[in-house]
């Protein structure tokens, strides 16, 4: 059991293929029923798999132990895409891409806790029962932060402020017309800029999914008996993606430039890949840590660029509806890239397999060049005041005819 635990953290991690076959229907649901209906079934079914997984630790309890980590995965798909919804919904203009950034970094937070206590909570003990006992542990206290989280939402998560905090919200709130899920997704795929940005977001996030799987088999052949370092490492591209998170978030807050921030984020990530290609076999640990430093800072960091610039091209469709669609593109692209970066670094080796992701992320950073700078929900917040001055003169000029 405890050696294919490794094997379960890839197929059932929440960023894996499980999500993949969810994914249209974690849009669906988002939509229609609101952000508190979802984060509610996210967080109850994150508690219950994370309970199951207690009833795993025994030997002969494998089925359990994954089984709960299926429910885990499948119930992050209600939670992944809520940052750009929740950002819009509960934030003014200027404040958007910030929480949705902060949304993306606590997500990206979640995972490096998990690169720093997993280890130091399950020790390689060479008893199978004290391993075990690590990890009743570890079980134990996921279950019970996970069911404080799921008391937390029911109690005091809403599902939006009283008012509308920006004009493009407000519009949104006023509107008389719900499109319907099949309304949403046909504007959606006839929109070629949005398309070009599902192909691009999907090359840099699989790309990214595929050398973050694989990492500990890179280390490895340069640095013999360097699991505690390649673990560091992977911590490393994750801490470093959380800043590039924040800083990209409020850059897109200060400039409003989402077209130039993401081709600028884009190509720098593909800098950071040729980089740490050329310098990993360098024998110099330092040099790893600042190369996956600069590549996690900027491949991570395109997440929330991604998410606004699709909200940009898509307004007035739901911003979920967009979000959940890029994040179905990245489960694709990710398992398509995982399996030939996995087939390339037995042939050929991690140079020629990293050359060939650098390859696509030349082609993604293309097509995010291509992409018109359609920044729809700017446009609507800037035409907002000048339409509500229309309306005000309009009631003046009536007002006054009445008089009269």
């Given at each position: 059991?405890?050696?294919?635990?490794?094997?379960?953290?890839?197929?059932?991690?929440?960023?894996?293929?499980?999500?993949?076959s969810l994914d249209r229907a974690n849009?669906?649901?988002?939509?229609?029923?609101?952000?508190?209906?979802?984060?509610?079934?996210?967080?109850?079914?994150?508690?219950?798999?994370?309970?199951?997984?207690?009833?795993?630790?025994?030997?002969?309890?494998?089925?359990?132990?994954?089984?709960?980590?299926?429910?885990?995965?499948?119930?992050?798909?209600?939670?992944?895409?809520?940052?750009?919804?929740?950002?819009?919904?509960?934030?003014?203009?200027?404040k958007v891409s910030s929480a949705c950034?902060?949304?993306?970094?606590?997500?990206?937070?979640?995972?490096?806790?998990?690169?720093?206590?997993?280890?130091?909570?399950?020790?390689?003990?060479?008893?199978?029962?004290?391993?075990?006992?690590?990890?009743?542990?570890?079980?134990?206290?996921?279950?019970?932060?996970?069911?404080?989280?799921?008391?937390?939402?029911?109690?005091?998560?809403?599902?939006?402020?009283?008012?509308?905090?920006?004009?493009?919200?407000?519009?949104?709130?006023?509107?008389?017309?719900?499109?319907?899920?099949?309304?949403?997704?046909?504007?959606?795929?006839?929109?070629?800029?949005?398309?070009?940005?599902?192909?691009?977001?999907?090359?840099?996030?699989?790309?990214?999914?595929?050398?973050?799987?694989?990492?500990?088999?890179?280390?490895?052949?340069?640095?013999?008996?360097?699991?505690?370092?390649?673990?560091?490492?992977?911590?490393?591209?994750?801490?470093?993606?959380?800043?590039?998170?924040?800083?990209?978030?409020?850059?897109?807050?200060?400039?409003?430039?989402?077209?130039?921030?993401?081709?600028?984020?884009?190509?720098?990530?593909?800098?950071?890949?040729?980089?740490?290609?050329?310098?990993?076999?360098?024998?110099?640990?330092?040099?790893?840590?600042?190369?996956?430093?600069?590549?996690?800072?900027?491949?991570?960091?395109?997440?929330?660029?991604?998410?606004?610039?699709?909200?940009?091209?898509?307004?007035?469709?739901?911003?979920?509806?967009?979000?959940?669609?890029?994040?179905?593109?990245?489960?694709?692209?990710?398992?398509?890239?995982?399996?030939?970066?996995?087939?390339?670094?037995?042939?050929?080796?991690?140079?020629?397999?990293?050359?060939?992701?650098?390859?696509?992320?030349?082609?993604?950073?293309a097509m995010t060049a291509a992409i018109?700078?359609?920044?729809?929900?700017?446009?609507?917040?800037?035409?907002?005041?000048?339409?509500?001055?229309?309306?005000?003169?309009?009631?003046?000029?009536?007002?006054?005819?009445?008089?009269?």
């Open positions: 059991m405890f050696h294919l635990l490794p094997f379960v953290h890839v197929c059932c991690n929440p960023k894996g293929f499980v999500t993949h849009v669906e649901l988002l939509f229609p029923q609101g952000i508190r209906k979802s984060l509610t079934l996210g967080a109850f079914g994150t508690a219950a798999g994370s309970w199951i997984k207690v009833a795993g630790i025994g030997q002969d309890m494998f089925w359990a132990a994954f089984t709960g980590q299926a429910v885990v995965a499948t119930s992050q798909v209600f939670i992944l895409s809520v940052p750009p919804k929740l950002a819009a919904v509960w934030f003014p203009a200027d950034s902060i949304g993306v970094f606590g997500n990206q937070l979640g995972i490096a806790v998990g690169f720093l206590l997993s280890p130091l909570m399950v020790k390689n003990h060479p008893e199978l029962k004290d391993i075990g006992s690590d990890l009743a542990v570890m079980y134990y206290g996921v279950a019970g932060i996970t069911t404080l989280c799921l008391f937390l939402v029911l109690l005091f998560f809403r599902e939006g402020p009283p008012t509308a905090p920006s004009a493009t919200q407000d519009m949104k709130m006023s509107s008389t017309e719900t499109p319907t899920f099949g309304q949403s997704l046909k504007k959606l795929f006839g929109n070629v800029n949005f398309l070009f940005l599902i192909a691009s977001y999907g090359i840099n996030v699989g790309a990214f999914f595929a050398l973050s799987t694989l990492l500990n088999q890179i280390i490895l052949m340069y640095f013999p008996g360097g699991e505690e370092f390649a673990g560091s490492v992977g911590l490393d591209i994750i801490v470093s993606g959380m800043v590039g998170s924040v800083v990209s978030g409020f850059i897109l807050d200060k400039t409003h430039k989402f077209k130039e921030t993401a081709l600028a984020v884009y190509c720098m990530s593909l800098v950071g890949m040729v980089v740490f290609t050329f310098t990993v076999d360098m024998g110099s640990k330092i040099i790893v840590y600042l190369t996956s430093g600069l590549l996690g800072f900027f491949m991570t960091g395109y997440l929330p660029v991604g998410f606004e610039f699709a909200a940009e091209l898509t307004y007035p469709e739901p911003e979920t509806t967009s979000a959940g669609i890029l994040s179905a593109s990245t489960q694709v692209f990710g398992v398509i890239f995982t399996s030939a970066y996995s087939w390339l670094l037995g042939q050929y080796g991690p140079r020629w397999a990293n050359a060939v992701l650098s390859c696509t992320l030349v082609a993604g950073a018109k700078a359609d920044l729809r929900r700017q446009d609507a917040c800037t035409q907002a005041p000048v339409a509500a001055t229309i309306a005000t003169d309009s009631c003046k000029t009536r007002l006054q005819d009445g008089e009269q």
